[in-house]
């Protein structure tokens, strides 16, 4: 059965450092998103991606964060200078049509930790 | 006030119960999805649906969009559906997340 994918599953990174998330989304999707879940909290929206641009984006979405999808297969999410409340689970998720529309799978996430 | 209100925050049953979440929202959505979180953090769509009710096995999802409520039923619970339940509203491309309720299913 297709499953989205993530790597790395665990990053350790020191504050200021930039880092870049991968996922693979399941191959015929179209939409692609991504959520972080800082530890004891509920899981947020952070960013959703079609036809190769932002379609929604949080409040959490600041310049620090960006998407792109370099390739045909991969999306990535990168946060420039991270800090210490970037800390959280980030998980990517795919869907063949728009979120309110389309079930979304989701990744097993990165657990990121800023030192 | 959160966009979307779920209950109970935590709740314990003894497996066969029949157990009922609920959820509340006050924003416009064009679907709400239930989704199941393990204890390990991996996320499984459980239901996306924008009226009416859907069944699958034991899980039962209901919405009535006039409420603005959703509810997600499981029958004869048993321990391995001990995990958390999150209810999600979706609005457009963007999510907004119910904070979950754990849900422990005791032998």
């Known amino acids: 059965e297709p499953e989205v994918t993530q790597t790395p599953s665990h990053q350790v990174t020191q504050m200021g450092q930039e880092v870049i998330l991968r996922c693979v989304p399941i191959s015929n999707h179209l939409y692609f998103y991504w959520y972080r879940q800082i530890l004891g909290q509920k899981v947020e929206f952070l960013v959703s991606?079609?036809?190769?641009?932002?379609?929604?984006k949080s409040e959490i979405f600041d310049d620090q964060f960006s998407v792109e999808r370099p390739d045909g297969s991969n999306f990535t999410l990168k946060i420039r200078s991270t800090k210490l409340e970037d800390s959280a689970m980030y998980f990517c998720?795919?869907?063949?049509?728009?979120?309110?529309?389309?079930?979304?799978?989701f990744g097993p996430g990165t657990r990121l930790t800023v030192l | 006030k959160n966009e979307v209100e779920q209950s109970p925050q935590n709740l314990t049953a003894q497996e066969g119960e029949f157990i009922t979440i609920n959820c509340s929202y006050s924003v416009g959505i064009s679907a709400l999805h239930w989704l199941q979180q393990h204890p390990g953090g991996g996320i499984v769509s459980l239901f996306m649906?924008?009226?009416g009710k859907k069944k699958h096995g034991r899980l039962i999802a209901t919405i009535n969009i006039q409420e603005k409520h959703s509810s997600l039923h499981i029958t004869a619970s048993h321990p391995r559906d001990s995990a958390v339940y999150i209810c999600a509203a979706a609005i457009n491309n963007d999510m907004r997340f119910g904070a979950g309720t754990r849900l422990t299913v005791k032998p």
């Open positions: 998720a795919s869907s063949e049509a728009r979120g309110g529309l389309s079930e979304q799978f």
């Open positions: 991606f079609y036809n190769n641009e932002i379609s929604e």
């Open positions: 649906l924008s009226s």
